[in-house]
């Protein structure tokens, strides 16, 4: 496979662009994340019959248009100022300055050549605009960066949003909604909630200590892996588990038994002393543990890392079961009251991720969700083949799940050490919950 061409880079507007002096203010749950980078992700098709390049890709520019009138954050940009007291506040000034859109081609690359090795390869994450951008630059650099990429037989759209300005369901929700216009539809059949939660009482914009830091070179990332789990592999999963925890009022999810089968044989490939502890964070949407609820639509970042820690002894010798149930009850204890104390204690002890923060010896990390809509992106020549993400926020140990192609499968991504990643791709018990 030889590298890609960018034919062409463009700025891209909303139709209807509605107030341009509208704006957003930013939550603890969004301001967290200024100093990672976008979230990644797209969609590989095989290629239309039709041979019009040109209008399709005129298409694409024209259908994004009219999606950003519905979306406008998306083509606005971040506005960060900063105060006397050595503390920043920030805002989305949905100004409709625009959207990035990249047009390329990878000539010597098939479809084939993305889905048939083990390993993702490398010229994936050149499918992606923004590398390296972290998200405090949102202040220049667009807020949505969508790059089209032809293949010699197929056709790749990689999507980078500003991490500040939406979660992962906020992303796909933006995509589906794209897809919808680019198949003909006057609007989208599920409007954005943009107003930004806040309790009462709350004076914003937020003010909270910011410095940019200096960028760090890009290090060498651990190779990338997919693995493949049927609906009825992940069905035994779930049932083995919940026969190992013997409760009736306790039952283990499908997604619960299936990282506990990652976090086990990852630990014991470690070779983890016993005694010592393991953790496994994983980032919950948030917006239905709300009293009340968020709404479903509510277009922004609604998210918190939930922790399991368990020693390496506990959670290889006590079964799926022992592992999964430590997470069911790690994810059950996130009641509304919690995550509103954990809201406002940001607001008293305000805190900025920084990159590889989550990243440590003996710890897992799974982000996004096999319940969003992948595959029904049908953008006008029928549905995506793969979903696979950029190397944005990618560290050693993080887990992202996807739904599969066939109803119920999950496609896990997984970053991690090539001997690790070989001997999971080679051990027959690890295999037989996929096959």
């Known amino acids: 496979m030889a590298g890609i061409r960018k034919i062409a880079a463009s700025i891209i507007r909303a139709t209807n662009h509605g107030d341009l002096t ?73 100004n409709n300055v625009g959207a990035l859109f990249v047009h390329a081609t990878a000539e010597k690359t098939r479809v084939a050549d993305i889905l048939q090795p083990n390993y993702v390869p490398s010229i994936v994450h050149s499918f992606f605009p923004h590398n390296g951008v972290r998200n405090y630059e949102g202040t220049s650099q667009p807020l949505l960066a969508v790059q089209v990429t032809e293949l010699l037989d197929g056709i790749f759209i990689g999507c980078a949003i500003n991490h500040v300005v939406a979660d992962g369901k906020s992303f796909w929700h933006f995509i589906n909604s794209w897809a919808e216009i680019s198949r003909g539809l006057d609007k989208v059949t599920k409007l954005p909630a943009l107003d930004r939660w806040f309790p009462d009482g709350i004076n914003h914009p937020i003010r909270f200590p910011f410095k940019k830091e200096e960028k760090r070179k890009l290090c060498e990332l651990p190779p990338l892996r997919i693995f493949h789990f049927t609906k009825e592999k992940i069905a035994r999963l779930k049932s083995k588990a919940n026969a190992e925890v013997g409760m009736e009022r306790i039952r283990i999810s499908s997604l619960q038994a299936l990282l506990t089968h990652f976090w086990r044989f990852v630990i014991g490939r470690q070779h983890v002393d016993p005694h010592e502890e393991t953790r496994y964070m994983v980032i919950m949407d948030v917006r239905h543990r709300m009293c009340p609820s968020l709404p479903e639509n509510y277009f922004g970042n609604a998210g918190m890392v939930g922790l399991v820690i368990m020693k390496a002894g506990e959670l290889l010798d006590g079964g799926l079961g022992k592992g999964a149930l430590g997470m069911n009850k790690m994810i059950s204890l996130h009641s509304g009251e919690m995550v509103r104390n954990h809201y406002e204690s940001w607001l008293k002890t305000p805190s900025v991720i920084t990159p590889g923060m989550a990243s440590r010896s003996n710890a897992l990390l799974t982000n996004s969700s096999p ?65």
């Open 22 to 94: 509208q704006r957003i203010n930013l939550t603890p749950w969004d301001l967290q994340l200024l100093k990672i980078e976008a979230i990644q992700q797209g969609l590989l098709f095989h290629k239309p019959e039709t041979k019009d390049t040109t209008n399709r890709i005129q298409h694409l520019k024209h259908s994004l248009s009219s999606t950003l009138s519905f979306f406008p954050p998306l083509a606005g940009r971040l506005v960060i100022t900063e105060h006397k007291d050595n503390t920043a506040s920030s805002f989305i000034a949905c």
């Open 371 to 435: 319940r969003f809509n992948f595959y029904g992106n049908d953008f006008g020549w029928g549905k995506p083949v793969a979903v696979r993400n950029g190397v944005a926020n990618k560290t050693s140990g993080k887990i992202t799940v996807f739904g599969g192609a066939e109803e119920g499968s999950v496609d896990v991504e997984v970053c991690l050490p090539y001997e690790i990643l070989e001997a999971m791709g080679n051990d027959l018990v690890f295999l037989d919950a996929m096959c």
